[in-house]
């Protein structure tokens, strides 16, 4: 993994950064490598739901309308995959890095 | 044993893996199903690598919207079917391999019979329920199951050998909904012919496979990457299952 943005800034004592990677048409919407800034206790659904927002056609690509992701819609941490129905509890901790990408489907 | 043309024909292969390499591609029975954009580069390239027995299977008529990425089938195919067009290119293309070109829907009356005694399948499908069968069938037969998928300026790969990785259904679970989907050529070329590279790799037993990682391409960046993908021990398609046979064809 790299890092290169963290160490440009003084950090805070309890300041947390995560990254989120896109994929495929997730990235056309919302673009990736997206470096936040995260308050402690924060999960894996609102983290990703509050980057989605920024672009609704992105939003609702990922998410459904009750606000729950797609059932197809592949999320992991860390290289390790995240099952839908845990991401809601899943807290994100500093240098987390998380990718949100969907099944490729043409041939 | 190999005629005066063929080892004219594969001379600059041979120099990489040999008389005996070149014997393991004629040999090997590789089912292709779909003869459409992933389908048209990986037959071609399997087709003059000299696979001995290539079955592609597709049910559709070639289109002229078809024709910015299925470079299997021409202008003056338009109307036919892609399995006349496939067959009679890839004849054209190496006229000492066989080729079966079958004009049939993949339906779960008929995987198991029409892939037969492959050697590995090729997804070159366009949707996840025919995806999901074609897993199914690999799992059943032990045989290798080289996925590819794209959409517009991206797409992904991986090789599956059940019982040893994470199969389709560990990766994807669910299906996404189907779709008109915007292809560039040049994706499909890409895609197809690393799964094309993967067949070859496997039937040679040589290499690193993309086993137990997801190669996923971004042709807008120009960047590959891979993920790793684990088996998931609770999966409805592959859990509790072990390989009974040798994975890789090496024989060192």
Redesign the interface.
């Known amino acids: 993994m790299q890092w290169h943005d963290r160490n440009k800034k003084p950090r805070e004592e309890d300041e947390m950064t995560v990254k989120i990677r896109f994929?495929?048409?997730f990235?056309?919407l919302l673009g990736t490598d997206i470096v936040t800034d995260v308050a402690p206790g924060t999960m894996f659904t609102s983290l990703i739901m509050t980057i989605a927002q920024k672009n609704p056609a992105g939003y609702a690509a990922i998410f459904d309308d009750k606000g729950t992701f797609?059932?197809?819609v592949?999320l992991?941490k860390n290289?390790?995959?995240i099952e839908i129905a845990d991401a809601a509890k899943t807290p994100v901790v500093d240098g987390d890095e998380i990718?949100v990408?969907?099944?490729?489907?043409?041939? | 044993m190999f005629s005066e043309r063929e080892l004219e024909r594969y001379k600059r292969q041979m120099m990489l893996f040999g008389e005996e390499g070149q014997e393991r591609l004629k040999k090997a029975h590789i089912f292709i199903a779909?003869a459409?954009?992933?389908?048209s580069p990986i037959s071609i390239y399997l087709a003059v690598a000299g696979v001995g027995t290539i079955t592609i299977v597709d049910m559709d008529v070639v289109d002229q919207s078809n024709l910015n990425r299925q470079i299997l089938h021409f202008d003056r195919d338009v109307g036919r079917k892609k399995t006349a067009s496939a067959e009679e290119k890839l004849r054209e293309l190496n006229p000492d391999i066989t080729v079966n070109a079958i004009d049939v829907k993949i339906e779960d009356s008929n995987a198991v019979n029409l892939i037969g005694k492959a050697d590995g399948i090729v997804?070159?499908?366009?949707?996840?329920p025919t995806r999901y069968l074609l897993n199914d069938v690999a799992i059943a037969k032990e045989i290798p199951l080289f996925h590819?998928?794209?959409?517009?300026f991206?797409?992904?790969a991986t090789t599956i050998i059940p019982g040893i990785t994470p199969c389709l259904k560990c990766?994807?679970p669910?299906?996404?909904?189907?779709?008109v989907?915007p292809?560039v050529g040049v994706t499909?070329g890409i895609i197809g012919t690393i799964q094309a590279n993967e067949v070859i790799k496997y039937l040679l037993g040589s290499g690193e496979l993309l086993t137990n990682r997801l190669f996923?391409w971004?042709g807008m960046e120009a960047h590959a990457e891979e993920?790793?993908v684990?088996r998931?021990p609770a999966c409805e398609a592959c859990s509790g299952m072990t390989a009974t046979k040798n994975p890789a064809r090496k024989t060192k």
């Open positions: 994929f495929a048409r990235r056309e797609h059932e197809f592949i992991m290289g390790k995959r990718a990408f969907p099944p490729v489907a043409g041939g | 779909g459409g954009g992933l389908g997804d070159a499908m366009d949707n996840y590819g998928g794209i959409r517009g991206y797409g992904q990766i994807f669910k299906a996404p909904p189907r779709e989907f292809v499909p996923i971004d993920l790793c684990e998931n």
